[in-house]
């Protein structure tokens, strides 16, 4: 059974700061154990009973894809306030996109947690590319970017940039500037010249 939080007051504060220090402690499981994680160990993590998670949560299902989902929408947010600072709506575009590829430097965890649970990450991908393909969107009603389907578009860019990550989270080989020249060849799909692209990369 999952229960709903109190609306206001005490009750509800304690309630959203157990759901967070949830999340948290999943997070770090993950990134620790993968996808074999166990609801016991996420309860072992966070110090809480299993019944107790699910008052926050009706199964491990959901708890986990939460914590993933939260994970990914915090690197986000962290990446928008530096991308607010590019000089044009394409720098503010492209510049999250860089950033994704060096996110082993900048958020080791959420790193660790990708790498670890790659299956699930790339199922859950469509979900936090809300604000590139709103981006994406603006630029075309602009005719910034003159392109067709942008949501196919769209699709295909968040899988090449997904298969960069992975490259550079799992090969031991892999070279960032190869990863972004490849994102650069892949920023073709939206109608942007490989030269632009790379200029916009800093590769």
């Known amino acids: 059974m999952k229960f709903t939080a ?9 309630y959203q700061r157990n759901r967070e220090a949830l999340i ?14 166990k609801i016991e160990d996420i309860a072992k993590e966070a110090d809480m009973a299993v019944s107790t998670i699910y008052k926050h949560f009706p199964n491990r299902e959901e708890l986990i894809e939460t914590a993933i989902v939260e994970a990914m ?30 996110v082993k430097k900048t958020h080791p965890l959420f790193a660790q947690l990708v790498a670890n649970n790659r299956d699930l990450v790339s199922r859950m991908a469509p979900k936090t590319a809300n604000n590139l393909e709103k981006h994406v969107m603006v630029l075309v009603k602009s005719g910034t970017l003159e392109i067709q389907n942008p949501d196919l578009r769209i699709r295909n860019l968040v899988s090449c940039l997904f298969a960069a990550l992975e490259d550079q989270l799992t090969n031991p080989k892999a070279k960032e500037t190869e990863n972004l020249r490849a994102l650069a060849i892949a920023l073709g799909m939206l109608g942007i010249e490989e030269n632009e692209a790379r200029r916009l990369l800093g590769c």
Do not use: H
Request: glycine share 8%; hydrophobic share 40%.
């Open 6 to 14: 109190p609306a206001q007051g005490r009750k509800g504060a304690y």
């Open 24 to 37: 948290n402690a999943t997070q770090r499981i993950l990134a620790e154990k993968g996808s074999e994680t």
């Open 73 to 102: 929408l915090q690197w986000e947010r962290d990446t928008l306030e530096v991308s607010v600072l590019g000089a044009n709506q394409l720098d503010q575009l492209v510049l999250p996109m860089r950033a994704f590829l060096q």
